[in-house]
């Protein structure tokens, strides 16, 4: 395992900064909040020419074939500047799927048409219980000649305003076992019968929305991998969206620090600055020295799965566990040492509070993790 | 890279065999039978170890080969280091010439004590003491009072040090003295090289919390150091001293040593997780077996997780310093890490093992030979020696986040 960044992981994460501070500016952060469907096309469209839409896919389907490490790199950077847009949906959420189940001509299909810029995806599997795990996964297709009809809601789907399809999973029979019987589509979101309704969560840099389906017919040529076999490929996915995730809060996380020990070198009270005050040392150098340590276990998880390695769930996992409380923590820090402007809406800190609550709860919390840890260590 | 993993997989597997022939007779098995911790007996079996440790080319690492170093790949020196820790090793001599001694020399010694002292820590043969806190300074080093006096080419040294780890079997101490009443604050002091066995030294017993003598006191009545055994510039001893509590922080070295450290401690850490993953099977408290409780799994797996965080920084650590970077006060973030992570981790093994959690090392109804209760006691001082968790995060933010001091 390569722990230090190549020469071209540091270009790489160098023009992803720039283009980052240059094209994700503040007043562009708050414009997309305020957007319906949360952000630019322009901005994507830049995107797609640097490659970094088809970064890991293979060259045959219009990607640059980097690695996984490569891909989280760009997410530190997306965390860091809270880029407000449907990448980790488009390109993990859903473009993995489809890499490791889909068809040649699903893959030549769809695969490019991400890479180029010209498909956004959005990945619909929660239901009412809003957790990633298959016995939360009731919505049915019945089949009907070649075709399946889709009815019932998907809930907390993000990005499903900017979605042009939605990667979806219903159940297709009954069984015992919880992963047998789903079947994963992909759904046109302009099909009649598909209404996005939105749920005005907490993150409005990461829209979440209803999805409600209402006798939407879907060929059966749009069925990804092999029908009742759908959990498999989204099961594989969890753990790289997971350590995504993870890379995207520690780039949160180290940008708040960054802020927080701005803000104290220059803010005055008593007549000294408050970086002067113990209290407030001791909090930075907390925040500094948890985020080592996360930063850590998140790059390990993410070298793990870049080789394959049978220890990438173990690493991911103690990856999700510690990032989501070190990050939490961050922020707690960071809102409280900025004093009244940090609780204030116009302050970017609640922007980064809520993305590390919004990636903490998604595909299970730290105590989740902490569990899974506990059963691998048997 | 192939070729490099074939080769550094065929490394360890020659460092296995050494081990295996080389341990003690009996290593690991219930029939061997360790010598009491801070006894003699233990000191000379730590000797014996680091000798032929170094010997093999197993320790003596970040040192030139003209001071007696072994010079490997960092790849070769986290090998060994993760091996040793796995096997489980007798614990080096009662000395702190690896941690403290050798880096404050091969920074700032002269030439003959770099020839003379350094290769004899590398190889254990001699055992090393910090003379450095007194009962008025401690977090406050600076503040040092016992004097050093120059008279023609020696100086003379009268004063108190306290809380001096290793200190029964220390050939050489590394002292630091006031040698000018009237300068300023961190230009005052003056380290020298003192031997041990100096007429009008006398060393003293401290027990701790944990039963054990493992620091002492020593009082210095007009104790004579030829000028050849100062370290560094007159009054310039505060650069010694500074290298001195960095290094130990670090885990031996900041220079050097700091990943591959952290990287061996972690794999002792990741055993002793495992060890704890079997007691809490075996344990029944209230008639329930521990590990399916669900608060005790999730405290064990966050032991798990934070031995892993620390080899991951350290794989980090050795990672860049390939590349040129050297850390620095990051030592402190080490030190701290490891530190409180013995305390928490010592809490919950207390919790699993109950009313057991109460008996010394000599109960007859001890658990583990008592040792987990004496880890629990011993980490409280963890977070006190080689600067307190409150200093080192002054360190932090001041040094590393450069908040006003
Ligand atoms: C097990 C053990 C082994 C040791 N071995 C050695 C050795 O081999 N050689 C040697 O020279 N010394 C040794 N020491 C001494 C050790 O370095 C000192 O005890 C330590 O530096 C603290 O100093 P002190 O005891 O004087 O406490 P004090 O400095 O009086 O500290 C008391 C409390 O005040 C806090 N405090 C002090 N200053 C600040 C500040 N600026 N900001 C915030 N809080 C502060 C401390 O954190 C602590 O909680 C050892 C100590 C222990 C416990």
Known sequence: MEWALTEEQEMLKTMARDFMEKECTRSHVRAMMEDEVGYSPELWKKMAELGWLGLIFPEQFGGQAMTFRDLTILCEEMGRSLLPSPFISTVILCGLPILFAGSEQQKKEYLSKIAEGKATFALAVLEEDGDFWPGGIKMRAEQRGNEYILNGTKMFVWDAKAADYFLLAARTRSSRDPEDGITLFIVDAKEWGVYVSPLNNIDMLRKQSDVVFTNVPVPAENIVGEVHKGWEPLKRMSLYATAALCAEMVGCGEKVLDMTVTYAKERVAYGVVIGSFQAIKHKCADMLSGLEYARSLMEWACLALSEDSPEAPLAVSMAKAYCGDVCKKVCDEGVQIHGGIGFSWEHDMHLYFKRVRTNDTAFGSSTFHRELVAQMLE | ?405
């Open chain 2, 1 to 405: 890279m192939v070729t490099d993993t074939a080769k550094l997989e065929a490394f360890r597997k020659e460092v296995r065999a050494w081990l295996r022939a080389n341990l003690p007779k009996g290593w690991g098995t219930p029939e061997y039978k360790a010598p009491d911790p801070f006894s003699k007996e233990a000191h000379e079996l730590g000797k014996w170890w680091q000798k032929k440790l170094y010997e093999a080319g197993y320790t003596g690492f970040g040192y030139p080969p003209e001071y007696g170093g072994i010079v490997r790949p960092p790849e070769e020196i986290a090998i060994i280091r993760e091996e040793l820790a796995r096997h489980g090793t007798p614990p080096g001599p009662q000395s702190l010439g690896l941690l403290v001694a050798a880096p404050a020399l091969l920074a700032h010694g002269q030439e003959w004590q770099k020839k003379r002292f350094i290769p004899k820590i590398l190889s254990g043969e001699e055992s090393w003491a910090e003379y450095f806190s007194e009962p008025n300074a401690g977090s406050d080093i600076a503040n040092i009072q016992t004097t050093a006096v120059k008279d023609g080419d020696e100086w003379v040294i009268n004063g108190q040090k306290i809380w001096t780890s290793m200190w029964e079997f220390a050939d050489f101490g590394l002292i630091a003295c006031k040698s000018d009443p009237n300068a300023p604050r961190h230009r005052n002091l003056t380290c020298f090289i003192v031997d041990c066995h100096s007429p009008g030294l006398t060393k003293l017993p401290l027990r701790q919390m944990t039963g054990n003598a493992e620091f002492g006191e020593e009082y210095f009545d007009n104790v004579r150091v030829p000028d050849k055994n100062r370290v560094g510039e007159v009054n310039q001893g505060w650069a010694v001293v500074l290298t001195a509590l960095m290094s130990e922080r670090s885990g031996g070295g900041a220079f050097w040593g700091g990943g591959a450290a952290a990287i061996a401690g972690a794999f002792t850490r990741l055993a002793a997780v495992r060890a704890v993953v079997d007691l809490a099977k075996e344990t029944r408290r209230f008639g329930k077996v521990v590990w399916d409780d669900p608060v005790f799994r999730q405290k064990i797996a966050q032991m798990a997780i934070e031995a892993e965080a620390m080899r991951c920084s350290g794989q980090r650590m050795v990672a860049r310093m390939r590349k040129g970077w050297r850390p620095t006060n990051e030592a402190s973030i080490v030190k701290n890490f490891q530190a409180e992570m013995r305390v928490r981790n010592g809490d919950i093994i207390m919790e699993i093992i109950g009313a057991y959690s109460q008996l010394n090392r000599d109960s007859k109804r001890a658990l583990n030979n008592g040792d987990w209760v004496y880890q629990m006691l011993r980490a409280r001082g963890a977070t006190i020696e080689m600067g307190t968790s409150e200093v080192n995060r002054n360190i932090i933010a001041e040094r590393i986040l450069g908040l006003p001091r």
